[in-house]
């Protein structure tokens, strides 16, 4: 079978890969939801999803290093990697390895086509249609409510010192724009780091993410003074920034986040 990845890269595969190494969180999750968690040979340490998942499978180092001896021996038939997530450095080594399926996912629409790609490769399309299906169906439902929401000027923190947002060409700037959020920082590229030392009068709301910075409420009161005319609000990044099978649950919570939180306020 010859298909190609998201960076249209060719890739030949005889046969369907029954030993499946992922360096990336949210696909990791996404593998067992497709009912494929018995063929996880390796995963990463941010690997979270399921819960169980750490105690179950060998753990190979994090998403930009890992024990190239451990993947080796643990000798896989195909390794999932994702452009943002791996470096290149990581997919040149990995590619003496096994097969490597690089994905590229920055809007919904990519995550849909990469979960019927993985539904091919693994023969599982009835599992993959089936999450496709439910997806379409909850962010459908998201985009009829998000309709009657205002417009908010943001920004989205995942990191402090230095302090750095999500920008543009970033899964976080898209879901941001589904909410009905106007990124400030949207015309800066990826993840820029910001001037602490301004203050943004024009923001209307701050959101601290849970990850890759683990933002607490003490954090709130640090940055308030830039943003005097800001709500600052701490959010689940998985929510944001994970893609897969994960979106099942994003459009709930924000839905729930936007009914709670902002008409709270």
């Known amino acids: 079978m010859q298909i190609k990845d998201q960076l249209q890269r060719p890739i030949t595969l005889n046969n369907r890969p029954k030993r499946i190494m992922c360096l990336v969180p949210s696909i990791t999750e996404l593998i067992c939801d497709l009912g494929l968690e018995s063929s996880l040979v390796g995963i990463t340490k941010f ?80 599992q993959a249609k089936n999450l496709i299906s ?17 417009v908010k000027e943001v920004a989205y923190f995942i990191w402090k010192d230095p302090w750095m947002v999500a920008a543009n060409d970033t899964f ?3 879901m941001l724009s589904l909410n009905n959020f106007k990124n400030t920082f949207q015309k800066a590229s990826r993840y820029p780091e910001i ?24 954090h709130k009161s640090l940055i308030q003074t830039q943003f005097p005319n800001a709500k600052i609000h701490l959010v689940d990044g998985e929510m944001f920034s994970w893609y897969g099978s994960r979106l099942v649950l994003a459009f709930d919570y924000f839905k729930t986040w936007h009914c709670t939180v902002l008409t709270s306020e």
Do not use: W
Request: aromatic share 8%; net charge negative.
């Open 47 to 126: 690997c979270v999803h399921p819960q169980h998942i750490t105690t179950k499978v060998a753990v190979v180092g994090g998403t930009k290093q890992v024990h190239y001896d451990k993947i080796r021996d643990l000798n896989p038939d195909i390794i999932l990697c994702n452009k943002e997530e791996n470096t290149l450095e990581m997919i040149r080594e990995l590619e003496a390895i096994a097969t490597v399926h690089i994905s590229d996912v920055n809007t919904v629409e990519d995550c849909l086509e990469l979960i019927e790609m993985y539904g091919t490769i693994f023969q599982c399309l009835p």
């Open 134 to 150: 439910k997806i379409t169906t909850v962010k459908t439902d998201f985009e009829n409510f998000i309709k009657s929401q205002p």
């Open 172 to 174: 976080v700037n898209y």
């Open 195 to 218: 001037a602490m030392e301004k203050v943004y009068p024009t923001i209307e709301l701050v959101l601290l993410s849970s990850e890759p910075y683990p933002f607490k409420n003490e």
